[in-house]
């Protein structure tokens, strides 16, 4: 497992990341979608799993689901789980928001 770490502070993270955005976080050679709801955070693979479909352009239906821009697929953002079509689910990754920032965490091959 490896931790990645955004931020130094939870204000500095809050400032960084808008609410109910999705938001494109390059983590070396990994790109994931970030979604941040109060002092909430969802960190979940770019790509739909069907398509590879860009989430990044995807519409967040209540701030709890991901919709994707090519057949309309959703995904509960936390825990990945396929709400409408027919598909894999979501790979989610484990994040942990404290006083010293925003750790994500990622199994790495």
Do not use: W
């Not at 109910?20 to 909430?40: D, F, M, P, S, Y």
């Not at 967040?60 to 409408?84: A, K, M, N």
């Amino acid at each position: 497992m490896k931790k990645f770490s955004l931020g130094a502070s939870k204000s500095e993270v809050l400032e960084m990341f808008s609410e109910n955005v999705i938001h494109k976080i390059h983590l070396e050679e990994i790109t994931i979608a970030l979604v941040r709801k109060g002092e909430q955070f969802f960190a979940f693979q770019g790509a739909c799993p069907h398509r590879a479909a860009s989430l990044f352009r995807g519409t967040l239906i209540d701030s709890t689901e991901i919709r994707c821009p090519l057949h309309g697929y959703r995904f509960d953002i936390q825990t990945g789980e396929v709400r409408v079509g027919f598909c894999d689910t979501l790979e989610i990754y484990p994040n942990e928001f404290t006083a010293e920032g925003l750790k994500i965490f990622m199994s790495v091959d």
